[in-house]
Structures are given as structure tokens and as C-alpha cells.
């Protein structure tokens, strides 16, 4: 099975990314928007994706293709995205095909990033545990690369929309020793890439920081 080929955090920043079938546009990789069964809104916030693949345009050598790209776990093009996002209120549920497929996907190298708008943890996690019996979900300590490269958040996640009190929450599954599923929980990242909800600018920023912070790593780990 193919896997991801990835180059260093130095040259990431200092060079286009190519990713061999990562996006619709030559030279630039894509950010999937996984669509999942269940009820959950998966394609709540459209202009997110699009918001934060301008910014890394902007801010980065990053190249991101600005056109949102969505599959299903069971689409034949799973495999030429490296970054699958997923986000939602409500539940989640995989067939037992898609539970398969998204292991093999995780196995093979490709990172997910999971973002709760409210309502998704209890039944994510009761998938996630289908995908990986035995393995789970650990809160990433405050020093892990993700939360500082390239922009730093010494706290963890920033809380961009206040569902819980108490502070957010950063989780991680590994497979393999890797980082694969990266989940926030109480911080609500992806608010900020939207304009809908009309955030102030300082937390917007915050978003949009962090999630760049998250693609950065996706390419480079």
C-alpha cells in the first residue's frame, strides 16, 4: 500500500510541497472534508477550509488548493489526500466497510484531524474505538510539536468557542508510534477559520494559527 511521502518542517516552509495525487491542482495538496453518516452536520462552516487554505497561501510556502474537496470513506480518492478533516454536531457512524477503510488510511500514513462543534465526542469516540479496539484517544502534552510549529501555543489548543466550562482539550491516537487522529475537544479550532460566526479578529486569529500549526505537521511527521 502507498504511503504519504512527506519532506522536513524546513522544507515545508521554504519550498511548494508536492505531494504525488494529493490535490486536483498540480503542486498543491488538498484538505478533505470527510462526509460520515450519523445525522452530524459534516458540512457545517463550508467557507472554513477554504478561509485557512488562503491563509496558508498567504502566510506560508505552503500551496493549498482554495477549493473545499469532500469524500466519504469509501470514495476511490481517499488515499490521494493526506489530510482528512472532519467536524460536526451531532453523531457519527461508519459501516463496517468504513471503519476498515479508515484504518488502512491511518495505517498507510494519512492524518485525520477531528474537530467537535458540539455534540460529536460521545459517539466519535465510540467509532474511533471500532477503528482501533484497545487503542486510545491520550490528552498530547503542552510541549508537543503541534502546538508550536510554526506558531506556538504554550497552553495547548485555543479555545475559540465556549461550549464547556474549563479549558480545551488536545487528544492524539497513535498508530504505529505516529501521531494519526488528532482530536480537540472544548476548543472548537475551525470557528475561526469561518467569518459566519463573526469572532472577533484576535480569536480568529488564534484558528487559524492553530490550524495551520496542524496541516504544518500533517506534512512534516
Excluded at 169 to 192: C, I, K
Aim: a negative charge; aromatic letters at 12%.
Amino acid at each position: 500500500m502507498t504511503r504519504f511521502r512527506r519532506r522536513g518542517a524546513l522544507a515545508l516552509l521554504a519550498g511548494t510541497m508536492l505531494l504525488a495525487g494529493a490535490a486536483e491542482v498540480p503542486g498543491r495538496i488538498a484538505i478533505a472534508r470527510l462526509k460520515y453518516q450519523g445525522g452530524g452536520d459534516w458540512y457545517n462552516d463550508p467557507d472554513a477550509v477554504p478561509n485557512l487554505a488562503r491563509e496558508l497561501n498567504r502566510r506560508t510556502n505552503i500551496r493549498v488548493a482554495e477549493e473545499e474537496v469532500q469524500v466519504s470513506l469509501t470514495d476511490d480518492r481517499l488515499y490521494g489526500y493526506p489530510l482528512l478533516f472532519m467536524t460536526g454536531h451531532g453523531n457519527v457512524r461508519f459501516t463496517d466497510e468504513e471503519v476498515a477503510r479508515l484504518r488502512r488510511f491511518l495505517e498507510a500514513g494519512g492524518f485525520l484531524y477531528v474537530d467537535d462543534d458540539y455534540g460529536l465526542d460521545e459517539s466519535f469516540r465510540g467509532e474511533l474505538a471500532r477503528v482501533f479496539p484497545g487503542n486510545e484517544l491520550v490528552e498530547l502534552p503542552f510541549d508537543h510539536d503541534i502546538y508550536h510549529e510554526p506558531f506556538d501555543f504554550p497552553s495547548g489548543p485555543p479555545k475559540i468557542h465556549e461550549h464547556y466550562e474549563g479549558a480545551p482539550r488536545g487528544f492524539g491516537l497513535y498508530v504505529g508510534g505516529r501521531l494519526a487522529v488528532y482530536y480537540t475537544w472544548n476548543s472548537n479550532v475551525s470557528d475561526g477559520w469561518t467569518t459566519a460566526h463573526k469572532d472577533p479578529p484576535e480569536v480568529r486569529e488564534q484558528g487559524l494559527r492553530m490550524g495551520m500549526n496542524i496541516v504544518a505537521y500533517c506534512l512534516t511527521h
